[in-house]
């Protein structure tokens, strides 16, 4: 991956503060304390949860990549004190494993969403792109919640129900209107991110995997690789070009410019909330607007 994480100096820090190493149970007001590793999957988390549980998500800030994240001795504090920690997996925020096997307490339930997929390191960990995947991520987390806190069981439920058809309603109806009216049309990506999405909406992703996966994980392309992704632009073939504009290295940077050059629409797209304050399906269902507007609207 893109960094080097310092889980140990972090745990020898919070040890050195002498936090009680065992969960803390509920938080405010009997609230359940949960964690995330990102703030996508925090973001989902909360509504969910509503009022009946505390959600912090680590990674927040739209400036900081989670390939290369490090620990804090705050971010272990958190996760000692939590009952409920939600991590991505497939590799992708590696330092949060680290930290739950640093301080394995009894008592703290932990959701990889990897693991649910059967993804490993190595496989796309851009799960939360995959609007199927986003739904069983609602259920999971309720039913989770609900064996947590059983006295508010049913309205975790509830809660995930409202989500998925009133909250998350903009955000499928626009990926409906994708599939619908741009069901195979050739389109064009930097990045692996955009791979579960282009699925999700119909659309056909031709740029090489082997490509999308190299700048993914901050790796070089082979040359035919490279050679492929500028002939696709090249010749038009394809009609919009997606990239992560949070990962705009000086050779990606020259793709878009080619594109733009080339009369290409380009699509930007990002790998946490922005701004930091949005709701995942407020995000997310700009970008699938700005694709749709991008594809002809």
Same mark, same amino acid.
């Given at each position: 991956m893109r960094g080097v994480v310092t889980v140990a100096a972090a745990m020898l820090l919070l040890s050195a503060c002498g936090l009680s190493m065992e969960p803390s149970g509920h938080g405010d007001a009997g609230r359940v304390r949960v964690v995330a590793a990102e703030n996508f999957w &925090?973001?989902?988390a909360a509504q969910v949860a509503g009022t009946h549980a505390d959600v912090t998500s680590i990674i927040a800030n739209p400036n900081t990549d989670p390939h290369s994240y490090e620990a804090t001795p705050g971010d272990a504090r958190l996760i000692a004190q939590a009952q409920y920690v939600i991590v991505n997996g497939a590799g992708y925020d590696a330092w949060a494993p680290k930290l739950l096997a640093a301080n394995p307490v009894s008592g703290r339930t932990v959701l990889t969403i990897g693991d649910l997929f059967g993804k490993k390191e190595g496989d796309n960990p851009?799960?939360?792109?995959?609007?199927?995947?986003v739904d069983q991520v609602i259920d999971r987390i309720a039913s989770d919640l609900g064996r947590i806190d059983s006295a508010d069981a049913a309205a975790f439920m509830a809660q995930a129900e409202q989500y998925r058809t009133v909250g998350l309603k903009d955000y499928h109806d626009t990926i409906g209107a994708i599939k619908q009216k741009y069901a195979g049309t050739k389109? &064009?990506?930097t990045e692996s991110i955009f791979s579960?999405?282009?699925?999700?909406?119909?659309?056909?992703?031709?740029?090489?995997y082997s490509y999308l996966k190299a700048?993914?994980?901050g790796t070089d392309p082979s040359a035919a690789d490279k050679a492929?992704?500028?002939?696709?632009?090249?010749t038009r073939e394809v009609r919009v070009f997606v990239f992560n504009s949070q990962n705009s290295t000086p050779d990606i940077q020259g793709l878009v410019d080619r594109a733009t050059s080339r009369g290409i629409p380009v699509v930007k797209i990002t790998e946490t909330l922005v701004p930091a304050t949005a709701s995942f399906q407020d995000w997310q269902t700009a970008q699938l607007k700005d694709l749709l507007r991008a594809l002809g609207g």
């Open positions: &925090g973001s989902i851009h799960m939360w792109y995959s609007p199927a995947y389109v &064009g990506a579960y999405l282009a699925d999700g909406t119909g659309l056909d992703l031709i740029t090489p700048i993914s994980e492929e992704v500028e002939n696709e632009i090249a």
